[in-house]
């Protein structure tokens, strides 16, 4: 049982399971690796080594209420998934979208750096990203640009290092999360659909299934 094993912690340790668990249910995800903005340097995650230290723990816990969690020592991701296909957070269109292109970017960076997991950008590489590829004629406004940010960084999907969301110039570490959001299958098929010049319209028509199967904790930015 898992009261057991719980018992056995401190108070403080505890308090952090509780704690852990909570983020965990409301952000989906938890990286290895992030940005200590501070210090100026990628630096390991304490919440990331408590969760896999006590990852039988956490295991355990929640399946009892219908969560699997699931870790990735390669690219240093751990992710919690509902197997009744609850609590799914659903984004918008522009949303998608945006996330199907940072995603773009994180895959094509990647082939050329091969040393590190995360990938930086910037808001303004985005916006020209969405403009070459045709997702929109014009740079989306300021709202639309911050609040879709905002809602993929509260999922730890991506980080802003430095300036404000919309800023052209604003910072931005794309984390190996990202993967296990848009698989590379998802990845080569709008490839095929930019190739086609039907990335308008038939990206809309994904969108559902995206809303359905991506984002899987429920919260608030």
Do not use: C
């Not at 399971?17 to 290895?32: E, P, W």
């Not at 039988?56 to 699931?70: A, Q, T, V």
């Not at 993967?179 to 809309?204: P, W």
């Amino acid at each position: 049982m898992w009261i057991e094993s719980f018992e056995k912690l401190n108070n403080s340790e505890k308090e952090e399971f509780k704690r852990l668990a909570n983020l965990l249910l409301s952000k989906t995800f938890v990286t290895r690796d992030y940005f200590d903005l501070k210090e100026g340097m990628m630096k390991i995650s304490y919440d990331y080594r408590f969760v896999e230290r006590h990852f039988e723990l956490f295991s355990r816990y929640l399946s009892y209420s219908g969560w699997e969690i699931s870790k990735d020592n390669q690219y240093g991701v751990i992710s919690v998934e509902n197997i009744y296909e609850y609590n799914r957070q659903k984004l918008d269109r522009f949303s998608t979208l945006l996330l199907y292109t940072i995603r773009l970017i994180y895959e094509e960076e990647r082939e050329r750096i091969s040393l590190r997991n995360e990938i930086m950008t910037t808001t303004g590489q985005i916006v020209h990203k969405m403009i070459t590829l045709n997702v929109f004629k014009r740079k989306p406004s300021d709202r639309e640009l911050s609040e879709g940010l905002r809602l993929l960084s509260y999922h730890n999907l991506i980080q802003k290092i430095s300036g404000v969301w919309e800023s052209a110039d604003a910072k931005i570490l794309i984390l190996p999360s990202i993967l296990f959001v848009v698989s590379n299958e998802k990845i080569s098929r709008i490839y095929e659909l930019l190739d086609n010049n039907e990335e308008q319209n038939t990206m809309g028509r994904q969108e559902d299934e995206v809303e359905s199967g991506i984002i899987r904790g429920e919260g608030e930015d």
